[in-house]
């Protein structure tokens, strides 16, 4: 070949603008790729929000971003989430109203095309900056639509390394906007979804009768995995000669079957404890037999357990089916576990003997039923997440049983991943009956 069969500068110019144009298409693809796998993985909508704006201030090197979520009507910003200020620039914020959609941020909601600007100062629809705001020079927003409706837009604003966004930026972040309206169309499915198994397992789950003289409270919460309908409950009620009987118990699973079993266990509990003559490990063992005698019969841990007047004084009378020991909380704020045997969960062996337990309990003190998705985190140790859930008991011991029980489910030290319910019942001063 000779060189006059060589190609021109201005051709070996053209190839080269083309495969750093490939090769920038490229990396872009598979960081648009990796994006779509991260939102797509979230499934709490502030967290699939402030993840899509984070993605795409960093596929373009935007050094501002923000997603405003409009209103039922599709008029008006509902919600701005801004990212990349800094603790300065907040700081300098403080006080001045989120933006409402006006200027370049109502020109995108009623004319969802995107939208590139070189200078927003210039743009006939800038409405310009509250006094504190940084400033801004470049823009770039995208509609982004749910099930054809649009549900918001996100913004990008100054690339760092200060030159406008260009056609390129603008596709790339098209194709975000795609990827991020399933992500938020999942979330909302997840919440809704969520939500709908909360409100059936409250509705399974009995509200809890007038004790007094005892004080009591109870907590539920769902598990934080969609659709995860539980087996955890509890229960409790006053008995005809003056004791309280309470009772916590989880089904194993998590569906609609757990959940179902476990109301049905719970119904055919509460006539056997309402006998004042039968232990709580003769109510266990009867319900035991009932249950295996069942087509699919659940497998379950429960603890029942009775505050009654016992010479003079009250005493916890309890027996467990495999289920996590009772906690004790003393007027002065000291804890301590009632550790027994466990005994075997019910729908194993139902021929076996159930030992009773029996424990002094003082006045004013606070006995604390759960289940083990309080305390309970795969690859950790129990006795861990039961040291932490009596620290914080220990710590709220000057609250009502519900104010505590609300304390337990909120700070529990579990992974979150399973239901958790927990009841506590405070004994009250020996008058009348307990003295009898």
Known sequence: MSLLDLPLSSDLNRIGEQLHALARAQGTLQELLQAVVNITGELELPAVLRRIVRTAMDLVGARYGAMGVLDEEGRLLDEFIPLGLTSQ???????VELPRGRGLL????????PLRVKNIAQHPESAGFPPGHPPMRTLLGVAISVRGRIYGNLYLSERKDGQPFDRHDEGVVRA?????????????????????????????????????????????????????????????????????????????????????DMAQMRNMLRPLYYDCQTSPSASLSRLDHIIQALEDAPVATALLARLEPADGAWQLHWSSAGHPPPLLLLPDGRVRYLETDPGLPLGVVADLPRPDCRQAIPVDSTVILYT?????????????????????????????????????????????????????????????????
């Open 89 to 95: 620039e907040l700081a300098a914020l403080h006080g």
């Open 372 to 436: 083990d998705g309080l305390v309970e985190t795969p690859g950790q140790s129990l006795d861990r997440g039961l040291d932490a859930l009596a620290v914080t008991a220990s710590r709220h011991a000057g609250r009502s049983p519900e104010e505590l029980c609300r304390a337990l489910a909120e700070h529990h030290p579990s992974d979150g991943h399973d239901d958790m319910a927990v009841i506590a019942l405070r004994t009250p001063p020996l008058t009348g009956y307990a003295r009898t």
């Open 176 to 260: 975000l906007a795609g990827t991020a309206g399933v992500a938020i169309e999942n979330a909302r499915l997840y919440q809704h979804v969520r939500h709908s198994s909360e409100q059936f397992q409250r509705l399974l789950l009995p509200r809890l009768p007038d004790l007094r003289p005892f004080a009591a409270g109870a907590a539920y919460r769902p598990a934080s995995a969609p659709a995860a309908v539980g087996g955890d409950w509890y229960d409790a009620m006053l008995l005809p000669d003056g004791a309280c009987a309470a009772v916590i118990g989880d089904v194993v699973g998590h569906d609609l079957r757990a959940a179902a």
């Open 106 to 113: 109502g020109h995108l909601i009623h004319h969802p095309e």
